[in-house]
């Protein structure tokens, strides 16, 4: 913006200067001399056309960062003048045109942007003596080249977008702030990221820039009536993560591919997601409040969250409050998961592709590779509570630990187990589970209240041990009405020939009342 500034104050004392070449010269050298010196870098410009009696044009428009690298260039800048008022410093252009420019910009090893000192200016406060007030209806930008060197990434990286068209309208320059409507930008890296279509209305002041009425799309993103504001830091030495922002989202569609072009450790993602609610904070501090999300087929949720350093999903840390939700693990199964996992998609056991739509409402707290789910799914299976501790490992398996209750949870038909029905009951969990065969395994130590099978409901049972596929070593206490006994021992089906190794004490057994066959 301060370029603008520029550019437009040197057209304006061109332009009042028209009849005298000594003057021009003047002003024009005077103007360039008290930008360089205000910002600290040179600023030249290669010739000044007057032609008419409303039109100039400056040639060869060059700015130098602090390190003496082109930083913005312009092979022609066409000034349309409508009104000047020297004394007061004011200028009203109608169209200001660049042609041929390019912006080289970098990020050095330190994390320092070479455009840095140019928001600075714009945030300093107070209007100098010198400053002038300059209003502009509209500019654009013909055969625009940008390049970005990222010397501060590790990879040493470098984007250059050379398809690129910007139409500005009603800018304004007063004082410390900055204004104008964006009516078109379009732009191609000719890579993987494209802009197909962006406006908004831009507004500046002091540290904060603001992106009100937001449009954009993508091949694959639309943002639509959304704002964004971005507050600079207060000190220089302030790092680019204490940079805060504001989105606020309304009924827009975002590619998890495209956010993967801005966070690296994404890649490989690409799900569509339908998003509306508010993202604030900054990279060490994120939070979400009141979003909704659709995506897949069956999948919504309403929630908040909070994120600590989202630039190392390794050790960020998650705390999710799903207030309502809901999904399959079809759903599930479909979303693509970071390139880096080395995992592709998400996983589960066949059988539980037929537990249908389930809802969910609690919270998870932790890490990716260590968190713990509290909440209530709820499903045409019955009610699952949770209290879990859960760790993915890299070697495939998945270990929990912590608490699970169930209420009428059709055991049964979900595992597809013949004869058993619903079950009722409250346990302390701790195992694994196998992504690649798909095998539990785990030590209970709890209560099952009621379960049914062969159609009678058992009751009062408590279970201390393990549970590995088909295998069972530990104790189990029954206490039915009609069947009460103590098991201790191991039981194993897995192999050929299984093993047994126990020792019941039966206190009573009313084998006519547990529909164990059709004989008693």
């Given at each position: 913006?301060?370029?603008?500034?520029?550019?437009?104050?040197?057209?304006?004392?061109?332009?009042?200067?028209?009849?005298?070449?000594?003057?021009?010269?003047?002003?024009?050298?005077?103007?360039?001399?008290?930008?360089?010196?205000?910002?600290?870098?040179?600023?030249?410009?290669?010739?000044?056309?007057?032609?008419?009696?409303?039109?100039?044009?400056?040639?060869?428009?060059?700015?130098?960062?602090?390190?003496?690298?082109?930083?913005?260039?312009?092979?022609?800048?066409?000034?349309?003048?409508?009104?000047?008022?020297?004394?007061?410093?004011?200028?009203?252009?109608?169209?200001?045109?660049?042609?041929?420019?390019?912006?080289?910009?970098?990020?050095?090893?330190?994390?320092?942007?070479?455009?840095?000192?140019?928001?600075?200016?714009?945030?300093?406060?107070?209007?100098?003596?010198?400053?002038?007030?300059?209003?502009?209806?509209?500019?654009?930008?013909?055969?625009?080249?940008?390049?970005?060197?990222?010397?501060?990434?590790?990879?040493?990286?470098?984007?250059?977008?050379?398809?690129?068209?910007?139409?500005?309208?009603?800018?304004?320059?007063?004082?410390?702030?900055?204004?104008?409507?964006?009516?078109?930008?379009?732009?191609?890296?000719?890579?993987?990221?494209?802009?197909?279509?962006?406006?908004?209305?831009?507004?500046?002041?002091?540290?904060?820039?603001?992106?009100?009425?937001l449009n954009l799309e993508t091949d694959r993103s639309n943002i639509s009536e959304s704002k964004v504001t971005i507050e600079f830091p207060s000190e220089k030495k302030d790092s680019l993560q204490m940079l805060q922002f504001d989105f606020v989202l309304n009924n827009?569609?975002?590619?998890?591919?495209?956010?993967?072009?801005?966070?690296?450790?994404?890649?490989?993602?690409?799900?569509?997601?339908?998003?509306?609610?508010?993202?604030?904070?900054?990279?060490?501090?994120?939070?979400?409040?009141?979003?909704?999300?659709?995506?897949?087929?069956?999948?919504?949720?309403?929630?908040?969250?909070?994120?600590?350093?989202?630039?190392?999903?390794?050790?960020?840390?998650?705390?999710?409050?799903?207030?309502?939700?809901?999904?399959?693990?079809?759903?599930?199964?479909?979303?693509?998961?970071?390139?880096?996992?080395?995992?592709?998609?998400?996983?589960?056991?066949?059988?539980?592709?037929?537990?249908?739509?389930?809802?969910?409402?609690?919270?998870?707290?932790?890490?990716?590779?260590?968190?713990?789910?509290?909440?209530?799914?709820?499903?045409?299976?019955?009610?699952?509570?949770?209290?879990?501790?859960?760790?993915?490992?890299?070697?495939?398996?998945?270990?929990?630990?912590?608490?699970?209750?169930?209420?009428?949870?059709?055991?049964?038909?979900?595992?597809?187990?013949?004869?058993?029905?619903?079950?009722?009951?409250?346990?302390?969990?701790?195992?694994?589970?196998?992504?690649?065969?798909?095998?539990?395994?785990?030590?209970?130590?709890?209560?099952?209240?009621?379960?049914?099978?062969?159609?009678?409901?058992?009751?009062?049972?408590?279970?201390?041990?393990?549970?590995?596929?088909?295998?069972?070593?530990?104790?189990?206490?029954?206490?039915d009405p009609n069947l009460q006994f103590d098991f201790l021992g191991k039981i194993n089906l897995n192999p050929d020939v299984p093993v047994f190794d126990f020792r019941v004490e039966m206190q009573k057994a009313l084998p006519g009342r547990l529909n164990l066959s059709?004989?008693?």
């Amino acid at each position: 913006m301060i370029i603008l500034a520029f550019l437009l104050g040197l057209a304006g004392g061109a332009y009042w200067a028209l009849h005298n070449s000594n003057v021009q010269t003047y002003l024009v050298n005077k103007l360039a001399v008290q930008l360089s010196e205000r910002l600290n870098a040179t600023i030249k410009i290669g010739k000044v056309r007057v032609t008419f009696f409303n039109k100039v044009i400056l040639e060869d428009v060059l700015m130098e960062d602090q390190t003496t690298d082109t930083l913005f260039y312009a092979q022609t800048v066409t000034a349309n003048i409508d009104s000047l008022k020297y004394r007061k410093r004011q200028v009203y252009l109608n169209r200001l045109v660049f042609r041929e420019s390019q912006f080289k910009t970098e990020r050095d090893t330190t994390g320092e942007f070479n455009f840095s000192f140019i928001a600075e200016a714009l945030q300093s406060p107070g209007k100098q003596s010198a400053e002038w007030e300059i209003q502009c209806h509209d500019f654009d930008f013909f055969s625009p080249k940008s390049t970005f060197h990222d010397q501060f990434d590790q990879n040493n990286k470098k984007y250059v977008a050379h398809d690129i068209q910007i139409n500005i309208s009603d800018f304004s320059l007063l004082e410390d702030s900055v204004y104008f409507e964006i009516d078109q930008l379009t732009l191609n890296d000719n890579q993987n990221f494209k802009i197909t279509e962006l406006q908004s209305v831009f507004t500046s002041k002091n540290k904060m820039i603001e992106l009100a009425e937001l449009n954009l799309e993508t091949d694959r993103s639309n943002i639509s009536e959304s704002k964004v504001t971005i507050e600079f830091p207060s000190e220089k030495k302030d790092s680019l993560q204490m940079l805060q922002f504001d989105f606020v989202l309304n009924n827009s569609k975002i590619s998890l591919y495209d956010i993967s072009q801005l966070v690296p450790a994404l890649k490989g993602m690409n799900q569509l997601v339908e998003l509306s609610g508010e993202v604030y904070g900054n990279i060490d501090d994120l939070k979400g409040r009141n979003l909704i999300l659709n995506t897949g087929r069956n999948t919504s949720a309403v929630l908040d969250f909070y994120a600590n350093d989202i630039s190392d999903p390794e050790n960020m840390y998650l705390f999710v409050d799903l207030k309502r939700s809901q999904t399959s693990f079809q759903d599930l199964s479909r979303v693509k998961l970071p390139q880096n996992w080395g995992t592709g998609y998400l996983s589960f056991p066949e059988s539980l592709y037929e537990a249908g739509i389930f809802s969910y409402k609690g919270n998870f707290t932790g890490f990716l590779t260590d968190f713990v789910a509290f909440g209530t799914l709820s499903s045409d299976m019955g009610i699952l509570t949770t209290d879990l501790s859960v760790r993915p490992e890299q070697a495939r398996q998945v270990n929990f630990r912590g608490e699970v209750a169930t209420e009428n949870f059709m055991l049964g038909e979900l595992f597809k187990i013949k004869n058993v029905g619903e079950i009722t009951f409250d346990s302390s969990v701790d195992g694994y589970f196998n992504r690649d065969d798909q095998s539990v395994a785990a030590a209970f130590d709890g209560e099952i209240t009621e379960v049914d099978f062969n159609q009678y409901n058992y009751q009062n049972i408590e279970i201390d041990g393990i549970l590995n596929n088909r295998m069972f070593d530990g104790l189990i206490a029954m206490n039915d009405p009609n069947l009460q006994f103590d098991f201790l021992g191991k039981i194993n089906l897995n192999p050929d020939v299984p093993v047994f190794d126990f020792r019941v004490e039966m206190q009573k057994a009313l084998p006519g009342r547990l529909n164990l066959s059709e004989n008693f």
